[in-house]
Nanobody
Framework: QVQLVESGGGLVQAGGSLRLSCAAS????????MGWYRQAPEKQRELVAS???????KYDDSVKGRFTISRDNAKNTVYLQMNSLKPEDTAVYYC??????????????WGQGTQVTVSS
């Protein structure tokens, strides 16, 4: 059984910062890509940032220069440092990971989501 547990969301004023964390646990053999998605009310879930096991990174254009994704492979944890937050960043943020387990092979896993609210 694999779990992704997120933390670090909250309420912040525009221009402020938050740091999200997501730790994977369970019967993990290896983790390929890890990433963060977000979903605002009445909008589709969208990719914010992703990072592979060798450090290849992608960002959505809307967060480039403001958000930084990183990971600690020894801790099976991915982080998202969010600076210069804007009200349009308000959404539920979800952690995602592509994980190889002995029982299921390679599968896609999601965290439970953490709310980020940016007030103007």
């Amino acid at each position: 059984q694999v779990q992704l547990v997120e933390s670090g969301g909250g309420l912040v004023q525009a221009g402020g910062s938050l740091r999200l964390s997501c730790a994977a646990s369970g019967s993990i053999f290896s983790i390929n890509a890890m990433g963060w998605y977000r979903q605002a009310p009445e909008k589709q879930r969208e990719l914010v940032a992703s990072i592979t096991s060798v450090g290849s990174i992608k960002y959505d254009d809307s967060v480039k220069g403001r958000f930084t994704i990183s990971r600690d492979n020894a801790k099976n944890t991915v982080y998202l440092q969010m600076n210069s937050l804007k009200p349009e960043d308000t959404a539920v943020y979800y952690c995602n990971a592509l994980i190889w387990t002995p029982n299921r092979g390679v599968s896609d896993y999601w965290g439970q989501g953490t709310q980020v609210t940016v007030s103007s």
